[in-house]
């Protein structure tokens, strides 16, 4: 794909209509059968859509979309985009106040929404007058829906202008502290991004989308990759079902969170243990589908144990970072790469400088600001366009290494700052801790635990404290005296997380000393 050609979304799903054509860009469950939808089909769909909203409903919108990945979501949301408007993708985990609340604050006219959905629109439309048009995704008795309108409408045969800084997205972030804000990303910065890195295409023909479709990380990196590189996106329809979904796809790729990632791993050594006859390796390509090549990693701290176990399997994991302001990559890494604690390379066209220890960057990916937040927008954005990451790190030979979080940091009563996250990743991969939260109390720096009820399966709380105990002096022992944990929490419930599964630093209540 020629990467000048490309300025707009618009423009990546037209050339890959193109070029791609009749190939399979999505493949999705409907009951038992799976349904393949081209990139030529994808392309004209979309311009339905916008057709639709040009003529039913204006020149002038805010769309909302929410649900599941599908490829009615998909439709609806370049659709919207393709009209010149915004379109804003909303957390499908949100309580019915806290979607009304979004749903007011980012001005929306025009709600796509997942028929689960269809029991909130009562209170939606009692608390969100200014939302005017409901479209259902999936056909659902009389109601419009994405499903009808392709069918029913032709694509439009002209479309506003958009350029590479016309707004395209408006993501409410879901951080660990403080109110969610609208980072907004134009159709420059979503491509920037796309095409940021090349090679990725090299693993094959089709990856298996399982992240939250709403993050940016699983947009850019799934959805859009997938159209620059002809690439088939395989529906995974539930976390419950993601095994099956990777034996009934057999993708050659595969984008991944840490704690998933994790998981699977887990359950391949799990499996290894069980039939020791078989190898291993034998083993986690049958998990994965049979033609797994590699895997994406992203969105937060991946063990250097983890990417270790993962390629003496034979399956390599690429490790990168970047943030929803940034749309999302910052950095990332080849799959030759032995990257055992940094987080990748520095993409192309973005520059990173270190003030007082946090990563600022500055690239044609970085958001425009946050939505009517003109306060924040100044807080992270310098006028010259350098954003302050709020991550703490350095950069050696062009690789980026993270320590922590800027506003996490502790600040003992000597001065010395500790980053809360280099001493909780000392726990990743110990098999007797389920989650940990460090942080100080009374001038100690405290980890409070939630120990891994399989590990302790029928022991009594005071061999568990004695456990975790010695685990707390093996790890002090890795660490400078500064650095030292002084006190232990025993904690008999998972920490309190936002909808991406983040632990909140602020908990309602704490565990037992031991």
């Not at 794909?1 to 490309?6: A, H």
């Not at 479709?213 to 002809?230: A, E, K, N, P, S």
């Not at 991944?256 to 887990?266: F, G, H, N, R, S």
């Not at 979080?405 to 502790?410: A, D, G």
């Amino acid at each position: 794909m020629d990467k000048n050609k490309i300025k707009t979304l618009r423009d990546l799903y037209e050339e890959a209509a193109a070029l791609y054509g009749d190939a399979p860009y999505v493949k999705e469950k409907a009951g038992k059968e799976i349904v393949e939808k081209s990139f030529s089909q994808f392309a004209d769909d979309c311009h339905r859509v916008a057709n639709y909203l040009l003529t039913e409903v204006g020149e002038k919108l805010h769309a909302a979309v929410i649900g599941p990945t599908s490829y009615a979501y998909l439709v609806s949301y370049f659709g919207s985009v393709s009209t010149a408007n915004p379109v804003v993708p909303l957390d499908a985990q949100l309580p019915c106040p806290d979607l009304c609340e979004l749903l007011q604050r980012a001005d929306i006219t025009v709600f796509f929404y997942d028929k689960r959905y269809a029991p909130m629109l009562d209170a939606i439309k009692a608390a969100c007058p200014e939302v005017k048009h409901y479209i259902c995704l999936q056909e659902n008795d009389d109601v419009i829906s994405t499903e009808k309108i392709v069918k029913e409408y032709a694509p439009a045969e002209k479309l506003p202008e958009i350029t590479g800084d016309t707004l395209a997205a408006i993501l409410y972030t879901s951080g660990t502290t403080g109110k969610s804000k609208g980072v907004m990303l134009t159709h420059g910065n979503f491509i920037d991004n796309a095409m940021c890195c090349d090679g990725e295409s090299s693993l094959g023909e089709s990856i298996l989308t399982v992240l939250p479709i709403h993050h940016v990380y699983c947009f850019t990196c799934d959805i859009l990759l997938g159209l620059r590189y002809g690439t088939t996106v395989c529906v995974n329809d539930s976390m419950m079902r993601i095994a099956l979904n990777l034996k009934l796809f057999q993708p050659t790729f595969i984008l991944l969170v840490p704690m998933i990632a994790e998981t699977i791993l887990k359950q391949i050594k799990a499996a290894a243990a069980a039939k020791p006859e078989i190898p291993p390796q034998m083993i986690a390509q049958a998990v994965f589908g049979g033609r797994l090549k590699g895997i994406y990693s992203g969105g937060a701290y991946l063990a250097p144990e983890i990417t270790k176990a993962y390629r003496e399997l034979g399956i390599p994991i690429s490790q990168g970072y970047g943030m929803t302001e940034c749309s999302p990559r910052i950095s990332s890494s080849v799959f030759t790469d032995e990257n055992y604690g940094d987080v990748g390379t520095v993409v192309r066209g973005c520059e990173i400088r270190i003030e007082d220890g946090e990563i600022v960057v500055k690239s044609p990916s970085v958001m425009q600001g946050y939505y009517k937040d003109p306060e924040a927008t100044a807080e992270a954005l310098t006028e010259d366009g350098w954003l302050h990451t709020g991550d703490l790190g350095y950069v050696r030979d062009n690789r980026v290494y993270i320590t922590g979080r800027k506003k996490n940091l502790i600040i003992l009563s000597n001065g010395e700052n500790v980053s809360p996250e280099e001493l909780e990743n000392k726990f990743v991969g110990k098999d007797m801790v389920a989650e940990v939260l460090i942080y100080a109390e009374e001038g100690y720096i405290t980890a409070e635990i939630v120990p891994n009820p399989e590990y302790f399966k029928d022991k009594e709380k005071t061999e568990i404290a004695a456990e975790l105990t010695e685990l707390i002096k093996e790890i002090n022992k890795t660490v400078t005296s500064s650095k030292t944990i002084r006190r232990i929490r025993l904690r008999d419930k998972e920490f309190e997380k936002t909808t991406s599964k983040k632990i909140r630093r602020q908990q309602s209540e704490q565990g037992e000393i031991i």
